[in-house]
């Protein structure tokens, strides 16, 4: 049986598992670096804020912002014995950006930007900021060149490509004229205060004033002067990740739900990747509803009383699911071709534990067949 998802193990160091909201990029982040550790290629997942169940289960919780290794007695309680070792890690994005901030200021603006109230707002709330670092680390595991598969699942982000442009974003940021025109002349000139009220005239100083206060403002200035020292590694990075995701040993697995906003998204996020020039491997199409089979409709029917109206009701609605399930998974076939599809079924539990991530991994890798209802379109 072939499998999209089994060829870009094959061809690729880097995989990318990316789409909207609560879809299941990070179980099937996690479900491909177990498969690639139990066929023999040893594999790094990095996943963003898993499910507190699942983090358990791959005992992420105690790692903070470190990768470990899976330890053999975790696989060994599943029932699973991996041919190469599987590491995985939970990216903290405070403490990511904490890390780079050491790593890469310069020593005497190290504290500064660590203990300002912009930076720190910078580091957790400001848009992009999670995405950033989420490539940024990207960037940093793979140069480290350990792990002969790495796995990177994405923030849940409103708008799907947010990761892509998180680098560009920063840098606008940090190149932002009016705040630059506002602050930096009379940064310079150490009297940053007289300098600014001297604007006093000035609509735009004025409004921030207002909305911020003196120390605020203040706080905001010494960000602006003391983050410039990063700006040159941002923009480096920015150059070094985005040639990263389009590197031909790279390749998306862009994960979608089969019902009618989720398939919309998911074509308009495939369309940019493909517009980017980034490889999309496969579209995982999870948690598909399975038709009821003719055995379980034969079973009810033989019930009688009440309960059998009520089953039928309940198993009618399931199969109006299917039905639409099974047409979201036409509509994204047309409008993702020629890229392949990879089904993988609703189950009845949440992916919480290895065994379960085991299960989802048989689907991936063609193993097993999901039972889609037939569209009468
Ligand atoms: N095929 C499936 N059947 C049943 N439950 C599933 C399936 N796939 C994922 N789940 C469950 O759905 C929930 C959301 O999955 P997951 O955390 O992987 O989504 P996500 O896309 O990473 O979400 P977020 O965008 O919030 O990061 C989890 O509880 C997971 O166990
Ligand atoms: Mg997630």
């Known amino acids: 049986m072939s499998s999209p998802i089994r060829d870009a193990m094959a061809t690729s160091d880097v995989l990318i598992t990316v789409g909207s909201g609560g879809v299941g990029k990070t179980t099937i982040a996690a479900t491909l670096a177990l498969r690639a550790a139990m066929e023999g290629t040893g594999s790094m997942v990095c996943t963003i ?43 903290d994005i405070k403490r990511s950006w904490d890390d780079l901030v050491e790593r890469r200021a310069p020593p005497d603006k190290r504290e500064k930007i660590l203990n300002n109230r912009f930076y720190q707002a910078l580091s957790t709330a400001l848009a992009g900021s999670q995405e950033y670092i989420a490539m940024e680390k990207m960037w940093e595991l793979h140069e480290q060149a350990k792990y002969p598969l790495l796995v990177v699942d994405t923030p849940p982000t409103a708008h799907a490509l947010d990761f892509l442009d998180a680098p560009n974003r920063i840098l606008d940021f940090l190149d932002n004229d009016a705040a630059k025109w506002l602050l930096t002349p009379a940064l310079a000139a150490g009297k940053f205060g007289l ?117 039928e009701q309940t198993l009618k609605e399931n199969d109006l699911l299917a039905t639409q399930d099974a047409r979201g998974i036409e509509r994204l076939r047309e409008l993702c071709a020629p890229t392949p599809l990879v089904l993988v079924p609703r189950f009845e539990l949440d992916v919480h534990d290895l065994k379960a991530v085991w299960e989802t991994s048989r689907y991936l890798w063609g193993e097993a067949q999901v039972d889609a209802a037939k569209t009468t379109r």
């Open 49 to 91: 804020d898993p499910a507190k169940r699942l983090a358990n289960a791959l005992g992420l919780e105690a790692l903070g912002n470190k990768e470990a290794r899976i330890p053999d007695e975790t696989f060994g309680a599943a029932g699973l014995l991996p041919r190469a070792p599987m590491y995985a890690m939970m990216l």
């Open 195 to 311: 300098k600014l009220f001297n604007l006093g005239g000035s609509y735009v100083a004025k409004t921030i004033a207002r909305f911020t206060g003196t120390e605020t403002l203040q706080q905001l200035a010494d960000f602006m002067l003391n983050i410039t020292s990063l700006t040159d590694s941002f923009r480096e990075r920015a150059h070094q990740t985005r040639s990263l995701l389009q590197a031909p040993s790279t390749a998306f697995v862009l994960v979608t739900g089969p019902m009618p906003e989720r398939v919309d998204e998911a074509v308009y996020f495939h369309t940019l990747l493909q517009q980017n020039k980034m490889r999309v491997a496969a579209v995982v199409v999870n948690r598909i509803h399975a038709p009821v089979p003719d055995a379980l409709w034969d079973e009810v029917a033989r019930m009688g009383g009440p309960l059998q109206a009520r089953l």
